[in-house]
């Protein structure tokens, strides 16, 4: 089994920016892809950012392209989501997530979640 544990959220102020990471308890030669999603209250859980296991591939939700950016470390055991021009909408529960075979990054078809991290924006 393997163990995600996501740190850095936190409350920022609209505009303002956070870096969330997550590290995987286990050896990265059982993970593949890797991604970051949230939820927020009322709403179903939605993907924000994935990247592939080289980190040649990325995705970016709509609504996040071009503010937030998704890296994968060396060790191919951590993952970051860096977050800039933060907005109140991106207020939610951020989940790490891992995948133990090779899918495709853009879905929610995860085998492994972190337990989440609160991001609170304020305006």
């Known amino acids: 089994q393997v163990q995600l544990v996501e740190t850095g959220g936190g409350l920022v102020q609209a505009g303002g920016s956070l870096r969330l990471s997550c590290t995987a308890s286990?050896?990265?030669?059982?993970?593949?892809?890797m991604g970051w999603f949230r939820q927020a209250p009322g709403k179903e859980r939605e993907i924000v950012a994935a990247?592939?296991?080289?980190?040649?591939?990325?995705y970016y939700a709509g609504s996040v392209k071009g503010r937030f950016t998704i890296v994968r470390g060396n060790a191919k055991s951590t993952v970051d989501l860096q977050m800039n021009s933060l907005v109140p909408e991106d207020t939610a529960v951020y989940y790490c997530?891992?995948?133990?075979?090779?899918?495709?990054?853009?879905?929610?078809?995860?085998?492994?979640w972190g337990q989440g991290t609160q991001v609170t924006v304020s305006s």
């Open positions: 286990r050896t990265t030669s059982s993970l593949y892809n």
């Open positions: 990247i592939s296991w080289l980190g040649v591939s990325t």
């Open positions: 997530a891992a995948q133990s075979t090779a899918k495709p990054i853009a879905t929610m078809t995860y085998d492994y």
